[in-house]
């Protein structure tokens, strides 16, 4: 039997783990290149992915300018339209469309820097808020995360929750969802009254709701007006204004106490035009509404909500005035504008709206809590302005205990999505039962 030295039997050894090596690094390299092969395949299908994304605004309250879409990557890129003599560039709304469930899209958004009105030019901030709201079939919303900031480029990233979703400044409010809110409070509260306000310019009906009754002898109750929307891009104030009126339909017992001593008129959209045409409206050529509130108001829908005002005033069934606003962006809690020399106003009426802030302070509490004490309209520069601002009109030409206001509920938190704007509605109904409750006329009634 042969015998083998160590150092040979050494190489030996060498030689097969070197013949192992080879093969090993021969699988590993087959791996590789396979591993390689899906990566680039993987690639290639994610760009070819995109490739089918497609942005959509015709639909009713549709707006954007798409500036560029990016099929390799998955990046949109809008700006909202200027919409001539249409008001604030601010408000958009559209339909992403062929995209995969699950895809991440960037979705780009910069503001307008167009001249809408002359030497005016809007700020960002009025277009960009933190979250976009998201939908899957255009009625629930919810907000995305939150943007990214930066060289004037707000950047949500979206995962896609759908083939097709939209995105929006805010969760729209369109005139269909207020019939559907007006046809829903009618079937549940059969006495109510559904009326048409008016046709506006472009020949649209501005509709609204009336509960109670509407005897000239019942001058017992008490008179409520709540409108919202005067500002189209100012969604947020119809939630607002849905939460009221389908808590008065409910069955709490403030809201029943409410109906039994008052009328109340509500009106969802008062700027249905620009509502529909996806439009700003605010600053609108000649003015936008809540600038229209003159001897001579330029829209029909503010006319007729003027005279409705003056009748019920006159025949002593008017005591609440409420319009429903959104603000600026840097505003984190709802508010009340007031009026500016509330020290000048009639002792009932400076009594009125203590008694008024000092409700809405225990009643508006959360999750959009109410900032204590009225803001001033101090951006408004002269007096003649003011006066065509509706709360002030209001306040100028009826008796001197109502209580006319403005509530301004923020859009730019986390809380600022149908559920919490429809709280903040159904609170505001809380407000306005306990404040009637109170005897507003004092002696008189």
């Not at 969802?177 to 046709?199: G, M, N, S, Y």
């Not at 505003?331 to 009639?346: N, Q, S, T, V, W």
Request: glycine share 6%; with cysteine.
């Amino acid at each position: 039997m042969t015998r083998l030295s160590i150092p040979s039997f050494k190489c030996m050894l060498t030689e097969a783990g070197m013949r192992r090596n080879v093969i090993k690094s021969g699988r590993s390299m087959k791996f590789i290149f396979i591993a390689g092969l899906l990566s680039l395949a993987s690639t290639l299908k994610a760009e070819s992915d995109f490739a089918n994304i497609n942005v959509m605004t015709d639909f009713p309250g549709g707006s954007a300018v798409v500036n560029d879409i990016d099929r390799n990557k998955g990046v949109i890129h809008i700006s909202p339209p200027i919409q001539t003599e249409r008001g604030w560039p601010c408000w958009w709304y559209c339909k992403v469309d062929g995209v995969i469930k699950g895809q991440t899209i960037t979705f780009q958004l910069t503001a307008n820097t167009g001249v809408y009105r002359p030497n005016r030019v809007l700020s960002a901030n009025w277009t960009q808020p933190d979250r976009a709201a998201i939908s899957v079939d255009n009625v629930t919303w919810s907000q995305t995360e939150k943007c990214v900031k930066q060289n004037g480029i707000a950047t949500y990233m979206v995962e896609a929750p759908a083939e097709s979703f939209w995105l929006a400044w805010g969760p729209p409010f369109l005139p269909s969802h207020a019939d559907e809110v007006l046809e829903t409070i009618k079937k549940k509260l059969p006495h109510a009254t559904l009326f048409e306000l008016a046709r506006t310019r472009d020949g649209r009906s501005v509709r609204g709701i009336r509960i109670g009754s509407d005897s000239k002898t019942d001058s017992h109750r008490y008179g409520v007006w709540i409108q919202a929307r005067q500002h189209a891009w100012e969604a947020g104030s119809s939630w607002v204004g849905r939460g009221f009126i389908e808590w008065l339909a409910s069955d709490d017992q403030a809201a029943i106490d409410l109906r039994e001593i008052a009328i109340i008129y509500y009106i969802p959209i008062m700027d249905v035009d620009n509502v529909t045409l996806g439009a700003g409206g605010k600053e609108a050529v000649p003015r936008d509404h809540n600038r229209d509130w003159s001897d001579t108001p330029n829209y029909p829908e503010v006319a007729a909500a003027q005279k409705r005002i003056l009748q019920l005033n006159s025949e002593q069934r008017f005591d609440v005035f409420v319009d429903l606003h959104n603000p600026g962006s840097s505003e984190r809690r709802p508010y009340f504008f007031g009026p500016m020399d509330i020290e000048k106003l009639p002792t009932i009426q400076q009594q009125n709206h203590a008694l008024w802030l000092a409700i809405s302070k225990n009643s508006i509490s959360g999750p959009l809590q109410l900032e204590p004490g009225y803001k001033f309209a101090t951006y408004v520069r002269t007096e003649e302005e003011r006066n065509r601002m509706s709360a002030n009109w209001v306040r100028n030409h009826t008796a001197e205990h109502v209580l006319s206001t403005t509530l301004e509920t923020v859009w730019n938190t986390p809380h600022s999505t149908q559920k919490g704007y429809m709280t903040v509605g159904a609170q505001l109904g809380q407000v306005v039962s306990r404040y009637l409750g109170s005897n507003p006329r004092g002696s008189e009634n």
